[in-house]
């Protein structure tokens, strides 16, 4: 049976059907949803296998093994880290969509709580890289759907930060991503910003200190100054300096809309205005 007429028969079947189907086709349909992670074809990988993926952690059809399997899988050098720091390349579906599997996988263990701790431990130390070093920064390509591998990229850290397991001595590494990953040559127009967003805010509801970020956004905002001394007025300062103000005002009315870090509210407000006075 052919992938894709698997995943749509399975779309039609009762709970009871898919228990079924998944104790008898299970290893056979996992290992044929990773093999086509990353399928250029955007029915295939977003509306068939991605949510397929969902429906099978939401209804609970997967074991402790099963569970632990795509953990493993989809966190290596081969799905959510492939030949990452490429761009403009089909690799960035097996990396994004990898992304939003780890971050389901994730959501679920919250729950659950059956992932291996090493397993843990080793991902939530490297979350930080895969924003530091993607450099595919598309959003919907031509015939092919939606790449968007940095948003992805962002609701997995959120979602990492949330796990109970998680340690707050890996969020450095992560603000520290969270500080260039404004600067890659573009200004997001996808909506990015409430992303970034939501890896601040999970941050805070864990009790992360509010001085740590506040010092994150000062060194965020010193980058300016620094890029200008170094390259001065180049395209890269332009479309560095808005996306990181875009992210900035983001984050300053979502705290001020929830009530959160009035310190850093006033931080960020302080120094949005003198940079727009600035840029004016």
Known sequence: ?????????????????????????????????????????????????????????????????????????????DFLYLHIGENNTDSVFTRSFSALLVAGLLAKDVELLVLDDDDLQTFFKKIGRYLLVEQDTRGYVQDKG???????????????????????????????????????????????????????EALLDQHYSEEALIEFVEQSFDKFEIHLMTQGYNESFFSGRTSTL????????????????????????????????LGA
């Open 246 to 277: 875009n992210f900035m005002k983001t984050l300053y009315f979502s705290l001020k809309m929830n009530n959160k870090a009035p310190q850093l509210q006033n931080i960020i407000y302080g120094q949005v205005a003198k940079w727009l006075k």
């Open 146 to 200: 939606w790449a968007h591998s940095i948003a992805h990229g962002a609701d997995l850290a959120a979602t990492a930060i949330k796990h109970p397991k998680f340690n707050l001595q890996y969020a450095p590494s992560i603000l520290h991503a969270l500080k260039l990953v404004t600067w890659k040559d573009i200004v997001y127009i996808n909506d990015e910003e409430e992303r970034f967003v939501n890896i601040v």
């Open 1 to 77: 049976m052919m992938i894709q007429e698997a995943l749509q028969n399975f779309s039609t079947m009762t709970l009871s059907e898919r228990q079924a189907f998944m104790s008898q086709h299970g290893e056979w349909l996992l290992q044929q949803m990773l093999a086509h992670i990353g399928s250029t074809d955007a029915e295939l990988r977003d509306h068939s296998i991605y949510r397929t993926f969902i429906d099978l952690l939401s209804d609970n059809l997967l074991s402790t093994q099963q569970l632990q399997y795509l953990f493993q899988t989809a966190i290596s050098e």
